[in-house]
């Protein structure tokens, strides 16, 4: 399995995937969020503090190196402090992430290239959000960059658009009481024991 992984980013990385759509097709077969907490991947622990609570997320570098290499320059800038949640739709997903163009800490928003996903959007896991073309009815390649989500309920339809980085390890019940207009006070990476 870790070789098939291997040569899976060796072909994104060199680029043989070009186009947004379908990004799991890079995949033998999708992990469940089960499979993902059981693995022996590498996990990097990070706390969100939140107005309604805490919760901590376990983020993976081996299968979404792009997408938490983004996330930990993010959380490290402090740029998710003080920010408020601007997105919750029950039973799909709660986003947060999004700033006014005047605000100091848009300047550190910066895309990045897409990644193929090797995991279910189920409960609990995190992505990235993207531009969505409303013309072209499609999402931007290469659009991800501040904004994440975490999904409330099964949206392995979206499991051809985004990518997963991470999964909600503790405090699921925290992420399920957060409204619109709740805020982030905190998020930081945690030092293992």
């Given at each position: 399995m870790l070789l098939s992984l291997i040569w899976v980013f060796v072909i994104a990385l060199n680029g043989s995937i070009s186009h947004a759509q379908g990004l799991t097709?890079?995949?033998?077969?999708?992990?469940?969020?089960?499979?993902l907490l059981k693995s022996d991947y590498e996990t990097i622990r990070v706390n969100f503090d939140t107005?309604?609570?805490?919760f901590l997320l376990f983020i993976y570098p081996?299968?979404?190196p792009l997408s938490v290499e983004n996330f930990l320059r993010l959380v490290n800038s402090g740029f998710y402090d003080g920010i408020k949640v601007h997105r919750v739709v029950e039973g799909f997903v709660m986003?947060?992430?999004e700033v006014p163009e005047k605000s100091p800490k848009a300047s550190l928003i910066k895309e990045f290239s897409d990644e193929v996903n090797l995991v279910h959007h189920e409960p609990g896991t995190v992505s990235f959000a993207k531009l969505y073309d409303t013309e072209k009815?499609?999402?931007l390649r290469n659009s991800a960059s501040a904004q994440f989500f975490i999904n409330l309920g099964?949206?392995?339809?979206?499991?051809?658009n985004f990518?997963?980085?991470g999964v909600v390890k503790w405090g699921m019940e925290?992420?399920?009481k957060i409204e619109v207009g709740d805020e982030i006070i905190r998020a930081y990476v945690v030092t293992p024991l």
């Open positions: 097709k890079g995949a033998e077969r999708l992990m469940t969020v089960e499979e107005s309604k609570g805490s081996e299968i979404a986003q947060a992430g009815k499609q999402y099964d949206n392995t339809r979206l499991d051809e990518t997963v980085f925290t992420v399920e």
